[in-house]
Structure formats: structure tokens, C-alpha cells
T-cell receptor
């Protein structure tokens, strides 16, 4: 079974600084998707960034970028120029690419990101 | 394009009662997922529909849980004879097959408290 591990229960960063959230996963599959989701307090989960395992290029979305190391099974999220609105729980998630793409997501336990003004 | 909606947003019930939650996916999405999230944890997959067919169920989904998606539109999740351990946030997500890396879009969730 696939597992996702987020080893940082909580991280704190000064506004405008850069922070990196860690994620490792365990799988025997070669094709899969990885995601970072953000869950603000009492608000719904939203997608931050997505990475296809077959792509060597790291995904970027504005201030958000990932460092995807397939051999090491590592998928970290870098947030540049941190803003107060970035404060949230961040979840790393994995989904096997099964052709039909039907499998549910496997989530880590999350990292609580605090932004210090 | 409205997002995924869930009703009710909050539900308090007594142990032993039955509860039903509803999820309305994004209109063109043919896939619908249910997850459960307990405090301090990431969501855990419960079950999945493609159109009206329930194709996958987690072993977390005990016999007291049943989900339906009639006509491939909205879905309901029913919990019979609720237990205190069922207290959690129940999340619904939807996706479009073959689209955007099968990204799942989540609703706001239904928070269940069993007394």
C-alpha cells in the first residue's frame, strides 16, 4: 500500500520569506500523480500544485514550486514571498495512475504553516 | 462554474441514529469521491463513483456506511446506527476523467458530531 509522510507537523515563516514543506512517499508504481493541497482554517481544501511522475520538470504555479525527486521518492513544496493568506494546513497527496485514473488519493498528515507578520 | 457543494455543513446526532449527507459535484464531472477526515489527520479515502457506478470501496467503509449516486449526478452518504467514532469531517470531491491530471476538487465538507 502507498504511504505519504509529512515529517513537519508545523512550520513557521516570516512574511515575504521562503519556506519549504517536506513530503516523502512510498510506492512500487512507476506512474503516478502527486499533489499539494491547502486547507485554510474552516475552509475547503484547494489544489496548490500537481506533478505527474513521468515529467522530469518540476511543476511551478506562481509563488509555489516543487522539488520532485523520483528516485528518492521526495516531493517538497517551496513557497516564495510568503503571504499572510498562505497560512493553512498543507497536505501532500499521492494517486496511482491506473489508466482509468480512478483511485482515491492517499494523504499525509499535513503540515500546519504559520506566517509571522 | 460552481464548485462542489455539500449539505448539511454541520450535523449533530445521538449515538444510534442514522444520518445522511449529500454532495453535488461540479456539473460536468463524472467521478465523485468520499473521504473522511478526523482532527489532526489527512483525509482518508472511503469510496468512489464513476457516473452512477460505485467502483471502489475502502475497507474503512463498514457495513453501516452506504453511498449512492443515482443518475450519476449528486451522491448521498448514509451512516446507520452512528457511533461516537464516526465523528469526523466527511469530504466529497469530484473530477473529470482524463482531465487536468485527474485533479480532484473538494467540497467544504460536512462536520458530524455523534453524542
Amino acid at each position: 500500500a502507498q504511504t505519504v509522510t509529512q515529517s513537519q507537523p508545523e512550520m513557521s515563516v516570516q512574511e515575504a520569506e521562503t519556506v519549504t514543506l517536506s513530503c516523502t512517499y512510498d510506492t512500487s508504481e512507476s506512474d503516478y500523480y502527486l499533489f499539494w493541497y491547502k486547507q485554510p482554517p474552516s475552509r475547503q481544501m484547494i489544489l496548490v500544485i500537481r506533478q505527474e511522475a513521468y515529467k522530469q520538470q518540476n511543476a511551478t504555479e506562481n509563488r509555489f514550486s516543487v522539488n520532485f525527486q523520483k528516485a528518492a521518492k521526495s516531493f517538497s513544496l517551496k513557497i516564495s514571498d510568503s503571504q499572510l493568506g498562505d497560512a493553512a494546513m498543507y497536505f501532500c497527496a499521492y494517486r496511482m495512475y491506473s489508466g482509468g485514473g480512478a483511485d482515491g488519493l492517499t494523504f499525509g498528515k499535513g503540515t500546519h504553516l504559520i506566517i509571522q507578520p | 462554474d460552481t464548485g462542489v457543494s455539500q449539505n448539511p455543513r454541520h450535523k449533530i446526532t445521538k449515538r444510534g441514529q442514522n444520518v445522511t449527507f449529500r454532495c453535488d459535484p461540479i456539473s460536468e464531472h463524472n467521478r465523485l469521491y468520499w473521504y473522511r477526515q478526523t482532527l489532526g489527520q489527512g483525509p482518508e479515502f472511503l469510496t468512489y463513483f464513476q457516473n452512477e457506478a460505485q467502483l471502489e470501496k475502502s475497507r474503512l467503509l463498514s457495513d453501516r456506511f452506504s453511498a449512492e449516486r443515482p443518475k450519476g449526478s449528486f451522491s448521498t452518504l448514509e451512516i446507520q446506527r452512528t457511533e461516537q467514532g464516526d465523528s469526523a469531517m466527511y469530504l466529497c470531491a469530484s473530477s473529470l476523467s482524463g482531465g487536468m491530471g485527474e485533479t480532484q476538487y473538494f467540497g467544504p465538507g460536512t462536520r458530524l458530531l455523534v453524542l
